[in-house]
């Protein structure tokens, strides 16, 4: 199985390192829930053209993003 968290750590140097991290890790969630990439593809389709599935997904990284900002003490501040 492919490791969730790339690199085995949350810290980033940089915000947006952060928010790439958290969007590389909500793919890889996706990857994994559905490991079947031909079926992955077929529904690429359907999520990309349906708004509510479309904010889902802006969803699911905002949450990777907070944690990755709590995990950096939201860049040390």
Do not use: C, H
Not at 23 to 51: G, H
Request: charged share 20%; net charge positive; hydrophobic share 45%.
């Amino acid at each position: 199985m492919t490791s969730l968290i790339p690199g085995n750590s949350l810290i980033t140097d940089t915000p947006e390192e952060g928010r790439a991290l958290a969007v590389k890790m909500s793919r890889l969630i996706i990857k994994a829930t559905q490991p079947n990439e031909a079926a992955r593809n077929k529904m690429r389709d359907v999520y990309a053209n349906d708004p509510a599935m479309l904010i889902s997904i802006g969803q699911v990284v905002a949450t990777e993003f907070a944690t990755i900002a709590a995990a950096n003490n939201y860049w040390r501040k």
